[in-house]
């Protein structure tokens, strides 16, 4: 069963309660936020930006869901074509469905789309180095780590390292 589905504009009211509940829980890993961004308006605007954005083939926003609700989102960004073939992933899940495999399978699961419904060639997605538990995550989905970005990220209102990983679409056997 699908946890994963592209967002749509009706998500903002939901998200907007989402990541209210979970603004403590997320801001280590997040970009300090204004307090616009936690409303149903600001989410609104986010999702019209990260929609003009898909339209042009730049990005693939997704909400992971728990039975339909939605607790956390998943995004390609960054795609680009020609011959990289490539996209930079990002995702959060909510403080209580954390440890519970959510985010391990909407990773499986949007990977698989930038594989075979986008054809991409690699997906690549970075972690703060003391982020282990998101890092288990892109390792149970067979990305591997390449490399550290010193002052990657402006996270938690300061420039911070990030541990580089990668997966790459297996190539076909040959013939």
Same mark, same amino acid.
């Given at each position: 069963?699908? *946890?994963? =589905?592209?967002?749509?504009?009706?998500? &903002?009211?939901?998200?907007? %309660?989402?990541?209210?509940?979970?603004?403590?829980?997320?801001?280590?890993?997040?970009?300090?936020?204004?307090?616009?961004?936690?409303?149903?308006?600001?989410?609104? &605007?986010?999702? +019209?930006?990260?929609?003009?954005?898909?339209? %042009?083939?730049?990005?693939?926003?997704?909400? *992971?869901?728990?039975?339909?609700?939605? *607790?956390? =989102?998943?995004?390609?960004?960054?795609?680009?074509?020609?011959? @990289?073939?490539?996209?930079?992933?990002?995702?959060?899940?909510?403080?209580?469905?954390?440890?519970?495999?959510?985010?391990?399978?909407?990773?499986?699961?949007?990977?698989?789309?930038?594989?075979?419904?986008?054809?991409?060639?690699?997906?690549? &997605?970075?972690?703060?180095?003391?982020?282990?538990?998101?890092?288990?995550?892109?390792?149970?989905?067979? @990305?591997?780590?390449?490399?550290? +970005?010193?002052?990657?990220?402006?996270? &938690?209102?300061?420039?911070?390292?990030?541990?580089? @990983?990668?997966?790459?679409?297996?190539?076909?056997? +040959?013939?």
């Amino acid at each position: 069963m699908k *946890i994963t =589905r592209l967002i749509n504009p009706e998500d &903002a009211p939901v998200l907007a %309660q989402v990541l209210r509940a979970n603004r403590d829980f997320l801001a280590p890993w997040e970009p300090v936020r204004g307090e616009d961004y936690f409303t149903a308006d600001g989410q609104q &605007a986010v999702i +019209a930006a990260d929609l003009q954005q898909y339209e %042009q083939g730049s990005k693939l926003p997704h909400v *992971i869901l728990d039975d339909g609700h939605v *607790i956390g =989102r998943i995004t390609l960004n960054g795609i680009v074509r020609g011959p @990289f073939q490539s996209c930079s992933m990002g995702y959060w899940v909510s403080a209580s469905h954390n440890g519970r495999g959510f985010a391990t399978r909407a990773v499986r699961e949007i990977v698989r789309v930038a594989f075979d419904e986008l054809g991409l060639h690699r997906v690549q &997605a970075e972690t703060l180095l003391h982020n282990v538990r998101s890092q288990r995550v892109l390792e149970r989905n067979g @990305f591997v780590r390449f490399g550290m +970005a010193p002052e990657y990220l402006h996270i &938690a209102g300061r420039w911070q390292d990030h541990v580089m @990983f990668q997966v790459v679409k297996p190539s076909p056997p +040959a013939g």
